[in-house]
C-alpha cells in the first residue's frame, strides 16, 4: 500500500491599500482611522510629524494623509522631507488640515501634495471617495 503526501504551499495576498494616517486631534484619528478600516484599508497612525517621519522607515504606504498643523515636526516639514527623499517621494500625501487660506494650499501643493482636504469641509465618507480616486 502505497501513500503519496503532497505539500502544498498556499499564500494569500492582502490586496488592501496601506494608508498612513498623521493626525495629532485624537478625536479625528480615531474616526478617520476607523472609516478607513471600515472601507477596507490598512491604516497604520502617527501623531506627529517625528513619528510618521520613523513610520515611513518601516513601511511603505501607498498614500499619506498628513495634517499640518502638529507638534514637533508640522506636516509641510514631512511634506518636504518625504518629496525631498528617493525612497518616499513616490508616495501621494493629502494634506488634510484646518488651514484653509489660499497660502497654505499653494505651498502644500508645490510641495507636492496630490491634495488638499479642509477637514471642516469634507465628511469621512468623502475623504475615503478621495483616497480611492487618487490610488486608482
Known amino acids: 500500500m502505497y501513500i503519496n503526501i503532497i505539500f502544498v504551499k498556499i499564500t494569500f495576498v492582502d490586496n488592501k ?5 498623521v493626525e495629532d486631534d485624537v478625536f479625528m484619528l ?3 482611522s476607523d472609516k478607513l478600516r471600515k472601507s477596507g484599508f490598512e491604516v497604520s497612525v502617527a501623531v506627529d510629524g517625528e513619528e510618521c517621519m520613523k513610520v515611513l522607515q518601516s513601511i511603505r504606504p501607498d498614500l499619506v494623509l498628513l495634517d499640518i498643523v502638529m507638534p514637533k515636526v508640522d506636516g509641510l516639514d514631512v511634506l518636504r522631507r518625504m518629496k525631498g527623499s528617493p525612497d518616499l517621494s513616490g508616495i501621494p500625501v ?3 488640515s484646518n488651514l484653509g487660506q489660499k ?3 499653494e505651498r502644500a501643493m508645490d510641495l507636492g501634495a496630490k491634495d488638499y482636504i479642509i477637514k471642516a469641509n469634507f465628511t469621512a465618507g468623502e475623504i475615503v471617495e478621495k483616497l480611492n ?3 486608482k
Open 17 to 21: 491599500r496601506k494608508i498612513l494616517l
Open 94 to 96: 493629502i494634506v488634510l
Open 103 to 105: 497660502e497654505e494650499v
Open 133 to 135: 480616486k487618487i490610488l
Open 30 to 32: 480615531e474616526l478617520l
